[in-house]
């Protein structure tokens, strides 16, 4: 792609808009920033880029007359059907993304994660063990690091781990090297903020764009599916590439857990309990890295290593510290039903259970159901959907074969009065979890504030 000269609209000054300004100057574009809001609110990401080499077009307008410029860079964060870019692609300007511009760019094999949940652990895993194995590899993506901004240190044979989000897939013409599929269900389908109107349509644009990482693959490529899934395995049918499988219930073509054994095909990798990431939930994630690596040509003494020293990522079920013999794990990332009860499966002890927050169109029927039949012995619900989860939990607390005397604590207003409250509850053998299944915006900022206040105030007691 040739953008030296070209008129060049970065919409959104978000840490991908920032990497993606500076790479449009280097290359000799004429470059405008828009963003909704004002010069004071983005003053941090101002500094980032050289400000007098750009024009800004920000505030309540941020969007106006974008049919003038020949490109636009969307963030994630701006939906493909927002009216003014429907507009400005009918006048014939280009729309595309950071994604889709290092692509392009790449000079060498990107290995590609997806999935509702576990993407990121699943990526930086792979990143380790490719690292573990003297690889030059990068990591990047939906996790929070910007591709282009370590562009010039790629050659032939470097390696680069993406996360990619649907929203980083759905208008992508390509697919990397090495696609990885996690487990898919529902996410993005209700707008959680205000000021974040980014969400699917339905169900089916949802999955549709999950799709784009392997629908461009080509017969020298490799997606890597879960087993344990009919719709990661209908993956299988939209790729030219080779298929492989992980799995933590059968034996596949690739890497599966049997017995409480982790296995590459026929290679003992170790026993699942000498795995530092806790929850049976974390053998998909691993058994996935375990393929992707073998693919990638890494030595099985690498694998083991890595596999086996690996700690996980902060706010994805991280163990704080242990007090009177209570645990606490902060496992702020849990947005959706689905990984609180990965979280709750994790433990066979007692748990308090702090789960809630902001609305984001999900049904809780199945969390509530877990919950009634689980370890929890104290649910702390917070946030806006407090009484959804607990209706759902209400609802089959008579048919619960277990915990009968379940209880539910609710109305506390900050974080300082949950951890002190879910201490009170706790006794020597316990674990308290903060998995809110809900996304954060009524209380938090985000879910990283989120999990870093639970954090402090758990340091502090």
């Not at 994630?285 to 700690?311: E, H, R, Y």
Request: aromatic residues 8%.
């Amino acid at each position: 792609m040739n953008l030296k000269g070209k008129k060049a609209a970065v919409l959104g000054l978000s840490i991908e808009g920032v990497a993606t300004t500076r790479y449009l100057l280097k290359a000799g574009a004429r470059v405008t920033v828009c963003d909704q809001n004002l010069p004071q609110e983005l003053e941090e990401n101002l500094k980032k880029i050289k400000v007098d080499e750009v024009l800004l077009q920000l505030g309540q307008n941020y969007l106006k007359n974008l049919n003038q410029f020949e490109i636009l860079f969307r963030t994630p964060g701006m939906p493909l059907w927002h009216p003014e870019l429907i507009i400005a692609k009918k006048a014939g300007v280009q729309i595309s993304s950071q994604t889709k511009l290092f692509f392009d760019l790449c000079p060498c094999p990107i290995i590609g994660v997806t999935g509702t949940k576990g993407k990121g652990t699943t990526a930086s895993l792979i990143f380790e063990i490719l690292k573990t194995a003297g690889k030059n590899v990068f990591l990047g993506g939906n996790i929070g690091n910007a591709p282009t901004d370590f562009l010039d240190k790629l050659t032939s044979n470097s390696w680069v781990v993406l996360e990619l989000s649907s929203f980083q897939l759905e208008d992508l013409k390509a697919s990397p090297h090495l696609a990885v599929i996690l487990n898919i269900t529902s996410d993005h389908l209700f707008s959680v903020a205000s000021d974040n109107p980014n969400y699917h349509l339905s169900q089916k644009d949802y999955l549709k764009a999950k799709e784009n990482i392997v629908k461009y693959q080509k017969k020298k490529d490799y997606a890597v599916l879960n087993f344990d899934y009919q719709i990661s395995r209908n993956f299988s049918q939209l790729s030219q590439g080779q298929i492989y499988y992980f799995s933590k219930k059968k034996k596949v073509k690739g890497a599966y857990v049997q017995n409480n054994r982790l296995f590459l095909n026929e290679n003992l990798i170790g026993k699942t309990k000498n795995l530092i990431l806790p929850g049976a939930h974390n053998w998909e994630n691993v058994t996935a890295a375990i393929c992707v690596a073998f693919l990638a040509d890494v030595p099985i003494s690498a694998i083991k290593k890595a596999v086996f020293d690996f700690k996980g990522l902060e706010h994805r079920l991280e163990f704080l510290r242990e007090m009177e013999g209570i645990r606490y794990y902060n496992d702020s990332f849990s947005t959706t039903p689905e990984t609180a009860i990965a979280a709750i499966r994790a433990f066979k002890k007692p748990i308090i259970l702090i789960a809630g927050g902001s609305e984001k169109g999900l049904d809780y029927a199945e969390l509530g159901k877990e919950i009634a039949n689980s370890s929890v012995k104290t649910l702390i619900l917070i946030g806006q959907i407090a009484g959804k989860i607990e209706k759902a939990v209400l609802n089959n607390q008579q048919s619960a074969i277990s915990n009968q005397q379940l209880k539910i604590i609710k109305n506390l207003k900050t974080m300082k009065e949950i951890v002190k409250v879910a201490t009170h509850n706790a006794e020597l053998g316990d674990v308290v979890v903060l998995s809110p299944a809900s996304a954060s915006f009524d209380m938090f900022k985000n879910y990283k504030e989120r999990g870093r206040q639970f954090k402090n105030e758990v340091a502090k007691i």
